[in-house]
């Protein structure tokens, strides 16, 4: 019994990721579900990898930019307004570019 | 900010309703300044990869058609404006990382597996925890080697999908999918052995009084 619990621990090791992002296929969900519901150490291990996952999706950096400068916004919108004009030329002349 | 929120501020840009500007501005600029800051944990730098990384957005912005495709087509600017710029490997030397390396340790003679895992499950009730874990998180996201950084970079923290990620990083999806689970696994570890370290602390704490 223990041999068994053992080799499904390896085996299911490596599609935990895929598990937690439902990206399974049924049939392999179902093997994963089975060995879960006896095995109290992967439920752990389980839990540690969600954790980690929800830990990066809320990960928020104890740095933050500074804030902008005004030559840098005023870089950004020059950029910005000028690709909207290039758009509205093109739309003029047709679409056809030059 | 939620995709949806955020592809609507493109959209209104692409129209030429430049009302979002400064929203969409400050938005980006800290979700790529906090993508290259993990990547070359070098502020400066981070900063400069944020500004480089808007303002050739702009530059081509007639080009974007699809609001949709707003997160992918920005990051996917990020990834070669770090690219260029990445002083050769300060951290981590380009290696794989194995699965058997990354399965926890056991107890026991092998005839069945007794996991070495920490409490994670009362992490939601720990602010302090949390914060600490953070700065695990960080250090233990510089030290990935690149390949599997940048994608955990993308996936876990940006929240790109599989697809959009195996695009911005020219690779198939099933690569994506390998390269995601090794590195989180690397981080779970790193995370548990700091939970572990803290649950030793307090048991030590206990044992004193
Ligand atoms: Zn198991």
Known sequence: MAQKADANCAEIFEMLSRYLDLDLPPQACRMLEEHLAGCSPCVAFVASLRGTVELCRHFKASEMPGPLRDDARRQLLDAYTKALAAKTARARSGGSGF | MDRQHEIELARRLIAGDMQPFEEFVEHFRASIFQYSYLTCRQREDAEDIAQETLLKAFESFDQLREPERIRPWIFRIAKNACLMRRRKSI???????????????????????????????????????????????????????????????????????????????????????????????????????????????????????
């Open chain 2, 91 to 209: 951290f981590a030397p380009e290696r794989e990382l194995s699965l058997d390396e990354l399965m926890p340790e056991r107890n026991g003679d092998g005839a069945h597996m007794q996991l070495q895992i920490a409490d994670w499950s009362n992490l939601p009730d720990a602010p302090l925890l949390r914060k600490e874990l953070g700065e695990v998180l960080a250090d233990a996201v510089a030290e990935l080697p690149d390949k599997y950084r940048s994608v955990i970079l993308l996936r876990d923290m940006q929240e790109l999908s599989t697809a959009e990620t195996a695009e911005i990083l020219e690779i198939g999806e099933d690569t994506v999918k390998t390269r995601l689970h090794r590195a989180r696994l690397a981080l779970r570890r790193k995370l548990d052995e700091k939970l572990r370290s803290e649950g030793t602390a307090n048991a030590a704490e206990d044992g004193k009084n």
